[in-house]
């Protein structure tokens, strides 16, 4: 039988509108249902008039209720809202129109709720003081460990008599050896397949405000899984969709649909070999506009644009110098570089002064000569730990010791600044003050891929050197577009009266309409930028609503406030597992990534909330009271100071928004 909480595909209708008169219109019974109504229209049209590519925005409030001269009215929707996320608890009025599917973004109107992302002018950058819990909760996480380790030899040692199959390709067999480490797998083999329900959990539809998830079971203790043919519908919480570009339909879908009759799925090719398009040129070009640089380079590849681009700066006889905290593929392309890496204190700047003048007054090893270049690696934002970079105190050493500086800013990008250009626009630092701008265009423009900036020479030197650019198959034209439109619309794009040069010399500032294609036509709220404005001012406020409000619950988390990303410390593995159960089984489902060790260290087991200007304040009350439930079950609280009731945090969520930093 179904699950309760299933999501059922509506019936396809052949009839979608019924002509009614104005009257009809304003007696309908409430702004729920003119929110359904219209709704159903905005899912329907496209498939009937599939010729034109006019687009409506993904949300929009307007003076108006309909555009059109005749009013039309709907059906009863067929959308399930059981779980209570179809349509917002909050209903618009009548006069706002909501053209958005409320599951992939949702209705927000209230300007209340809404922030600017920015360090305060003048003030201190202050690291975030990482609570360490009480004691016996480090003393019964490491005894769980110990357990399960003994119980996991014990297991081996028996399995090994008894089921020699199951483990043959651990051990050498007719002559090969092994395929797999015995001891490497033992961690994959007796902790982490006990909960890998947890993870991998695959997905159908738009990961947007919300996510459907295809159900599965096990009958063999989670080392297999198989699809029981149902589906979940869940508050997403957990992709990287910062801004809410992850839709299927607006003005973004409307040019990428568009884009696929122009230019089809693929170039075929990399990018010195015929896989290059006038569309490649015009992103690069606009995404050295929108970081603040002369030229971008683009890859196909988030990860792979660190990996294959660390190499062509550094090599032999350089150092590297990294963040302890960096992301592996910072890692991998310092190995793969042959450079010498040394690393400091997670955004520590004292650790890193000194290990700046240690380096530069001892030289390379053995020889002691001067190093050929110090490249120093960072991130805007570390995706584990919800930290923004200490870009000031790094400028002041830059500026000092003179190394060279690569940000990566696969997560702040889009998603932190008060124009969304990441960590330089937040902190207020000119962006061509820092030497190499690396980012991803997965995390806030719902696309795939990655870039880096700099100047033309550096640039263009990386185009022959990096083996992402030789190499790789260059970015599809569909993704390509996604990244324009998206990017655009964050931007604004001036209008075609505006002088060139006074553009150019403005930043941050809007794109040029010579920077897309000519054929694209934006919706007027993306074309001039307001739709942009509102997703980063509601991501902003989202990321500090959620971030104090676990705080004042008692939970211990990490990173700025500022940051969209915020990980609640869980500390015992299977406490973990169990938070990521219980929230998906709730009548409203919330879908989490839970992360451990290795990715963490084997104490700090937590789960990591994403979060996304789709999501509303209703949804963030809904995360808070499902957090405050379970917390108390699972005795996670261990944050010392003041704490708010529940009650007080959802009635003063702007005040606690808006409140300075401690």
Known sequence: MPSPIALTSPPRQESIFKQRSPSFLTAMRSAQSYLIALSEADARARGYDSASTASTPTFSSSSQATTSSEDTVLHESPYDNSDGLAYPITPPTSEQLVSANHLQFGFCANENYRHKSAHKPGSKFKQPHEQDPPYYILLTTYLSYLFLICLGHVRDFFGKRLHPAFYRHLLSFDGYAALNSDFDSFYTRRFKTRIDDCFSAPVTGVPGRTITLLDRESDDYNNSFYLTGTTTRGLNISSYNYLGFAQAKGGCADAVEECLRRYGVSTCGARLEGGSSELHVTAEALVARFVGHEDALISSMGFATNSAIIPALVSKGCLLISDELNHASIRYGARLSGANVRMFKHNNMESLESLLREVISQGQPKTHRPWKKILLV??????????????????????????????????????????????????????????????????????????????????????????????????????????????????????????????????????????????????????????????????????????????????????HTDSPIVPLLMFNLGKMCVFHRMMRARKTPIVVVVVAYPATSLVTARARFCVSAAHTKDDIDTILQACDEIGDVLDLKHLPGERWSLERIMNGAAELANMEDD
């Open 378 to 559: 960072v991130e805007g934002l570390y995706s584990m730990e919800g930290t923004l970079v200490n870009l000031p105190g790094i400028m002041e050493l830059k500026n000092k010791h003179k190394f060279y500086l690569f940000v990566d800013e696969a997560h702040s990008i889009g998603a932190v600044g008060p124009n969304g250009r990441g960590v330089a626009d937040y902190f207020g630092v000119n962006p061509r003050s820092i030497d190499i701008l690396m980012g991803t265009f997965t995390k806030s423009f719902g696309a795939a891929g990655g870039y880096v900036a700099g100047s033309k020479a550096l640039i263009d030197r990386l185009r022959l050197r990096g083996h992402g650019s030789v190499y790789a198959e260059s970015i599809t034209p569909p993704v390509l577009v996604q990244i324009l439109a998206s990017m655009a619309s964050i931007m604004g794009v001036s209008p075609s009266t505006s002088s060139t040069l006074e553009i150019a010399q403005h930043h941050p500032g809007p794109a040029r309409p010579s920077q897309l294609p000519s054929w694209m036509d934006l919706p007027p709220s993306l074309r001039d930028g307001s739709e942009g404005r509102m997703r980063l001012r509601r991501l902003a406020f989202n990321a500090r609503y959620l971030s104090r409000g676990l705080a004042k619950l008692g939970f211990i988390t990490y990173g």
